[in-house]
Nanobody
Framework: QVQLVESGGGLVQAGGSLRLSCAAS????????RAWFRQAPGEEREFVAT????????SYADSVKGRFTISRDNAKNSVFLQMNSLKPEDTAVYYC???????????????????WGQGTQVTVSS
């Protein structure tokens, strides 16, 4: 089994920055894609960013492209999300996700991930 724990959320003013971290424990998830999703109140969970196993390929939602950067440190079994130029519409609970097994691809659908963190709240004030 794998446990994912997110950290780094909080309250920030519009235009500010936050860095989210997600540490995995238990089995390694270093051989497959990792991702970040978010869910605002009353909304469905939406894709934010994903990264393949070695960090060589990434993909972003259009709404965050150019402002967010996903990265990973496989030695620490961790993934990160650097969020710059934050907007009030970025307010949501942010979840990290991981997959078991081995793959060189990244995945943007939540259905492709079988491990999830508990979420960390990000609130951006205007």
């Amino acid at each position: 089994q794998v446990q994912l724990v997110e950290s780094g959320g909080g309250l920030v003013q519009a235009g500010g920055s936050l860095r989210l971290s997600c540490a995995a424990s238990g089995r390694t998830v270093s051989n497959n894609a990792r991702a970040w999703f978010r869910q605002a109140p009353g909304e469905e969970r939406e894709f934010v960013a994903t990264i393949n196993w070695n960090g060589g390929s990434t993909s972003y939602a259009d709404s965050v492209k150019g402002r967010f950067t996903i990265s990973r440190d496989n030695a620490k079994n961790s993934v990160f999300l650097q969020m710059n130029s934050l907007k009030p519409e970025d307010t949501a609970v942010y979840y990290c996700a991981a997959r078991s097994g081995v793959s060189s691809n990244y995945y943007t659908s939540p259905m492709m991930y079988n491990y999830w963190g508990q979420g960390t709240q990000v609130t951006v004030s205007s």
